[in-house]
């Protein structure tokens, strides 16, 4: 055992965190922001280059490199801190598993078992095709943007414009050969580690902040109680962190779906609770500057909320760990 | 990143597994918690049997006495004996986790001669004399002094939550060497002989009711300068050194514990009907098993990262924070599966998880309180202002 990351894991990864330094930093942001015109996916072409969607297709394959799911939560980590919209995970998933060809966008959402409240798909316009994910039967099937009845709808992200789904939903190209649950655990794993990318860039962005800010005489770092905030940011996220890689790994290792499921239910519920929690406390560090529109802190809360909505959510997972619980005691009897 | 055993991890696994096959059904049953001469008859036992069969200081290095596992070993070991339910290293604390390790970096020759070997066998046991009445967390604050008279010390103060004093041969022992000097200079460690003349050793009733520490009061007790490990006045850092290895590994194993006794829970739940009754405790109760799961990657992670022989780095801190408060959490959990039966102790056989709730209030404050510990993840590992240092 050995659960360091590779050399070519930590080139991966130190590659991509420059590329995104340096073509989405806050201007980019800021600007994507203003001009959050439908049609524009910013840095996509750069990201499809960069191998991010296509890094788990065999070498033989367009765009293909080969690697494993490892090196994928690697990078959507770095995408995730960048604060990159999407649709990240869906379009990796289409590229990976059902041929998209590199460039294009997809969706996903799964038609059931629905979960609560409507159904949200994001950028459909711009999406190539969306990916209708029955996890019950574990069918897959595509089905054309153009042929599904949606509304536009004013999503919280101002980065992750959503489409409400009206109606029944058109029956799409059956693709055999995928399964849906398979889908559905990878999409919650790599959710789990673009929300591992946000915490952290909280618990950054809060110690920068921290460390700059002055009241009563002294950096509002130095006291115990913003000390603190900061400190339990940090002790959500590693555990987060090491939890999501290690699912990765194991996955590359030949997990089945039903294990993967269990390991990436107890990665994406921490991770969502790193996010989340963490984007709100580096709020609560920003003090009243945290609350204007101004400061980005905003930005990370919302895509963590965002984030947190998609794939497997609270409910499911805790209800899958206990389950798994379940059966272990039955086995310890 | 890989998390399978390399072909020698998984022979070192598969043979611990049988030689734990072997050895555990013949186990004695465990002693009463109460009775400490019998507590520690049945770990140094143990340790003997670990000893013989070539499992004492797993990791220690081969010039130390040790077997020179990986750190990655040292781990499947802690997961196999807990996975088996062999005895934890209950009354060898001090020495195996702290003493000897710190012993076997920093410690001469002669030291490491005199003092690793009865560690190892189980021969010896040791009991941590850090604390203070006026220091705790505080440790730099601690007043016990030492003055040196030709070849020994001469040293006159108090200690407190000193666990296995009532048993111990030795004590690593902090004390004050240069009282002119700043708080976290002038501190020398030595080792305590236990039965030297003016060490006096007295039970500490905890909330538990039982006497699990000791106050220990030493009057004008001779301790050899040949018994300082490390030089004198340098014994902050030395001890640095001690608690790394403390809140790096020393509760690896107890991870497997809590996943184990997160499983028995489920067991529990389903038994008495509350599972099905109760979602939210049973949402609860998976949540935790996400935690541990999570704390014991982090442990891999940290051991690989200290693969090659290093110390445990400052991050240690945030595993002892999550580590410490998930497991309260696991007895507060119990509780609730328990209903009123959390309000009476066990009589007789079986898990007593209200007793391990009463325990476990110790695991936030002990080794350094989670307060301190995020003092320390903010200052060492975010880097934040010291307090006060506008």
Request: with cysteine; net charge negative.
């Amino acid at each position: 055992m050995d659960f360091r990351l590779t050399d070519d894991q930590i080139a991966l990864q130190l590659g991509l965190r420059e590329l995104l330094t340096g073509r989405f930093g806050p201007e980019q942001l800021r600007t994507a922001m203003t001009d959050s015109d439908k049609d524009r996916l910013p840095l996509w072409s750069e990201l499809a280059d960069a191998g991010l969607f296509s890094l788990r297709k065999p070498e033989q394959q367009e765009g293909g490199l080969g690697l494993g799911l490892a090196e994928a939560v690697l990078a959507f980590e770095e995408v995730g801190r960048a604060l990159v919209p999407g649709p990240l995970v869906a379009t990796e998933l289409a590229t990976v598993h059902a041929s998209l060809p590199l460039h294009q966008a997809a969706g996903l959402c799964r038609n059931r078992p629905a979960g609560r409240g409507p159904l949200l798909v994001e950028r459909l316009p711009t999406l190539d095709t969306l990916l209708l994910a029955d996890t019950v039967t574990g069918e897959v099937q595509s089905v054309s943007p153009a042929r599904v009845r949606a509304r536009s709808r004013r999503g919280v992200d101002p980065l992750t414009p959503l489409w409400e789904l009206e109606g029944p939903l058109p029956s799409g190209d059956p693709l055999p050969g995928l399964d849906a649950r398979r889908l559905w655990v990878e999409g919650s794993l790599l959710t789990a580690a673009l929300q591992v990318g946000v915490a952290s860039r909280a618990v950054a962005t809060a110690v920068v902040y921290a460390g700059q800010r002055e009241q009563f005489g002294q950096p509002i770092g130095a006291f115990q109680a913003v000390q603190h905030l900061c400190a339990d940011m940090l002790a959500r996220t590693e555990p987060a962190r090491a939890a999501v890689r290690a699912a990765a790994v194991c996955a590359d290792a030949g997990a089945s779906t039903a294990e993967l499921a269990v390991a990436t239910a107890g990665a994406k519920l921490l991770a969502d609770q790193a996010a989340v929690r963490g984007a709100r406390d580096c709020l609560q560090v920003h003090g009243g500057m945290g609350f204007t529109w101004e400061a980005d802190v905003h930005l990370l809360l919302k895509r963590a909320w965002v984030y947190e909505g998609s794939f497997a959510g609270a409910a499911e997972s805790t209800e899958l760990l206990a389950e798994d619980l379940s059966a272990a005691a039955v086995g310890h009897l | 990143m890989d998390l399978q055993d390399t072909p020698a991890e998984a022979a070192f696994r598969r043979g611990l597994r049988d030689w734990l096959g072997k050895v555990l059904p013949d186990l004695p049953p465990p002693p009463d918690p109460l009775d400490w001469p019998a507590r520690r008859a049945y770990d140094t036992a143990w340790q003997r049997r670990l000893y013989d069969a070539g499992y004492a200081g797993v990791h220690w290095p081969r010039e130390v006495g040790g077997q020179g596992a990986t750190p990655a070993e040292y781990l499947i070991f802690l997961e196999e004996t807990e996975r088996a339910g062999a005895p934890y290293v209950g009354a060898n604390f001090v020495g195996l986790l702290h003493a000897g390790p710190t012993i076997a970096a920093e410690g001469t020759a002669e030291q490491r001669r005199r003092w690793l070997p009865g560690i190892l066998s189980g021969a010896e046991v040791w009991c941590q004399g850090f604390s203070e009445p006026g220091a705790g967390s505080d440790l730099a604050a601690l007043r016990t002094r030492a003055v040196r008279d030709g070849d020994d010390y001469v040293v006159s103060g108090s200690k407190l939550w000193t666990s296995h004093a009532e048993v111990a041969d030795w004590c690593e022992l902090l004390v004050r060497t240069d009282p002119a000097a700043p708080r976290h200079r002038g501190i020398s460690w030595l080792v305590l002989p236990m039965d030297a003349p003016g060490v006096t050793v007295r039970p500490l009733r905890t909330l538990m009711g039982t006497a699990e520490f000791a106050e220990l009061f030493l009057d004008e007790v001779r301790v050899p300068v040949a018994n300082r490990v490390g030089a004198e006045n340098d014994g902050w850092r030395v001890t640095m050194v001690t608690l790394s290895f403390e809140r790096g590994t020393a509760f690896a194993g107890e991870v497997v514990a809590c996943r184990r006794a997160l499983v028995e829970l489920a067991g529990l739940a389903r038994r008495n009907g509350v599972w099905e009754a109760d979602p939210g405790l049973r949402r609860s109760l998976g949540l935790l098993a996400a935690r541990f799961g999570a704390l014991w990657r982090l442990v891999q992670w940290n051991v690989s990262e200290a693969q090659g022989g290093g110390v445990p780095g400052p991050g240690a801190s945030v595993f002892k924070l999550c580590f410490s408060e998930a497991r309260q959490e696991l007895y507060d959990l119990a509780a609730a599966v328990l209903g009123s039966g959390a309000l009476v102790l066990a009589d007789g056989e079986g898990d007593d998880w209200t007793a391990q709730r009463l325990q476990g209030l110790s695991y936030t404050i002990a080794a350094g309180t989670s307060q301190i510990q995020r003092n320390i993840v903010a200052q060492r590992v975010l880097g934040l202002p010291k307090p006060g240092r506008a």
